[in-house]
């Protein structure tokens, strides 16, 4: 499984990396120059006078950011990848690697100052994102998988951050991308306790019993998962709401609108999980919580309750 993982993984990684390379040759070709502000100058005077070089540069560059974050239709490797890999190198890409991937697609949108071209194809791709990673994580009952479409979702909502270019675009992906790498890295975390108890099994009944065998986990549990949701008092529902507050301000209604009907239909997958959290079950379980562990999870279930209380103190 690791090796069919890793394999698609570089196979996809290579056409998108040489879709990024032709991208950043084009509009060097055009700019003369690699100094990003050198083509910031460059890409005002496209908005006068289009080159086609340079808009098939922004496209090209475009392709291999939107793989790195996961967005449709690049995000084929994503499910596949975070089941194969190690559980640690998995929460090492839904966290970090999306965390850099997304300021490096929000520095290239602003270096370029968005052609229309490139932010209508954003669009589309955003709506997709949306789409996909919702819907197809309903069907999901392998917890990496769910995780891996679930990270695809989130994508969506950080793109219409990206989308809206608005002054305070920066502190609000930054406050986003944070408060979902706790949520997830305490998530991975317990599911890799689970999964020890388990023997090895990664569905989502490995969390069955929880509450009942480890109460103050189980606790935890919902409260990550409630803020992958969106739902009030979490970091994530502080965090949605930024992100609908930009895109309204960006006259990006009907996409708002859109993305408020998904992020009420990714409440159904989380609450999956939370019901097997707190199902009864007479095989709860017997997961074995080292004190480092067990500060990590609570750090983390404690942090998105503080941070969607008082938000002020990442901003």
Known sequence: ????????????????????????ALIYGV????D???????ALRQLVQPDILFTLGCFFVAIGLSFKVAAAPFHFWSPDVYEGSPTLITAFMSTVVKMAAFIGLYRFVGMTQMPPT??????VMTIFTLLIGNIVALRQSH????????????????LMAVLSQAPNTAQVLFYYTFTYSLATVGLFILMTLAKRAANGDEHIRIFRGLFRAKPWIGVVTLLLLLSLAGIP???????????FLLAIGADMIKTTVFAVLMALVGIYYYAVVIREAFTPSEEAPALVVSPVNL????VCGISVV???LLPGYLQ
Do not use: C, D
């Open 1 to 24: 499984r690791s090796s069919e993982a890793s394999f698609k993984y570089f196979l996809l990684g290579s056409f998108a990396s040489a879709f990024l390379l032709m991208g950043i």
């Open 31 to 34: 700019a003369a120059s690699f």
């Open 36 to 42: 990003l502000g050198v083509v910031k100058e460059v």
């Open 118 to 123: 490139l932010g209508n194809a954003l669009l």
């Open 143 to 158: 917890f990496k998988r769910l995780m891996a479409y679930s990270s695809i979702a989130h994508s969506g909502f950080l």
């Open 233 to 243: 008092l979490t970091a994530g529902f502080v965090a949605k709401y930024q992100i």
């Open 295 to 298: 500060l990590l999870i609570s």
């Open 306 to 308: 503080v941070f969607g």
